[in-house]
């Protein structure tokens, strides 16, 4: 017997495969890429952190244009312009919402209000069982081996279990899942779907310069690092000559601030840091990336990224 995805039922949102991509902040995930995965089945989402309300609403409008898929925003509690980014994807009919990077009351009542999902990305049981309390439709446990900004020291693997003993409500996992064998073992350990962020900065359809997927491409296992963030959470990212000025203390501080994020050290600036590396300039910058980034090999269109995730999992034994 061969293993079959179990469906995922987010609010009334059931996505053909139960793979979401997860939104990645400063403009790495935008609309053709959330369209190309909600194209190819599963759930398309824009990172929302680092646009304006203007940007945010011209990237649902462009992805609304390229798919009739199911489309989400991530954005982070952590913004000072969290709320008005949350109406402005409300008013545009987005289809859910993934949040994260803090805890907002909120934003279940916005979502309820206006029928739209909200699904909280957790790294315990208790954060869990408050979300679910809140009314969040599911949740993402994202584990230790996650890119970016992280919220726990422990591996997915130790705190799925956990999380899904705690709620009734979907879980999704999330951290170091870049393959069809990934998908299968979180479904084995009781997920309802994942959530895969690394594996799509290595599509055509991802925005980010070519000089950052060849650092994603060059990875090894001891390129993937900890580093210290302004945000004050730590964040996973590839060794280059930005992160040693990090771990040494002498990255540059800001010239100017927009006062982004409600709480910053000032340390430097991060939104900068990962558009420059967005850019291309990859050693003036964060290069955030998954645990298991070193694993993949090519760059593919999203449909063959689907296609091949969906053979590796249709290949795993039940």
């Not at 949350?86 to 805890?103: P, R, Y």
């Not at 073992?185 to 055509?204: E, H, P, Y």
């Amino acid at each position: 017997m061969f293993m079959k995805f179990p469906q995922l039922k987010i609010g009334n949102l059931v996505p053909r495969y139960p793979i979401i991509q997860g939104g990645m902040a400063i403009r790495v995930s935008t609309a053709p890429l959330a369209a190309a995965v909600a194209n190819a089945g599963g759930i398309g989402v824009i990172g929302a952190t680092g646009m304006t309300v203007d940007e945010l609403k011209n990237e649902i409008k462009t992805a609304r244009r390229l798919t009739r898929g199911i489309i989400g925003i991530n954005i982070m509690f952590a913004v000072r312009q969290f709320a008005s980014l949350v109406q402005s994807a409300i008013e545009e009919k987005i289809d859910l919402i993934f949040t994260g990077a803090g805890f907002s009351r909120d934003i279940f009542k916005w979502g309820r209000e206006a029928g739209v999902p909200i699904v909280s990305i957790v790294s315990s049981s208790k954060l869990a069982g408050i979300a679910e309390k809140l009314g969040a439709s599911a949740v993402v446990a994202e584990g230790f081996e996650a890119g970016g900004h992280l919220g726990t020291n422990r591996s997915i693997e130790e705190i799925l279990p956990e999380i899904t003993s705690k709620v009734k409500i979907p879980v999704i996992a999330a951290g170091g899942v870049v393959d069809g064998s990934g998908i299968a073992k979180m479904i084995r350990m009781g997920a309802s779907g994942v959530q895969m962020a690394t594996r799509f900065v290595l599509s055509v359809e991802c925005a980010v310069s070519d000089a950052f997927k060849q650092m994603y491409l060059k990875a090894c296992p001891d390129d993937v690092i900890i580093i210290k963030s302004p945000v004050g959470m730590p964040g996973r990212a590839l060794r280059n000559i930005f992160s040693d000025k990090i771990s040494g203390g002498c990255v540059p501080q800001p010239e100017v601030c927009d006062g982004c994020l409600k709480e910053c050290s000032r340390e430097y600036c991060i939104i900068q840091a990962l558009e420059n590396s967005r850019m291309g300039r990859v050693d003036d910058g964060v290069v955030f990336c998954g645990k298991n980034v070193y694993k993949i090999k090519e760059i593919l269109p999203v449909q063959k990224i689907f296609e091949n995730l969906v053979k590796e999992f249709d290949d795993e034994p039940d």
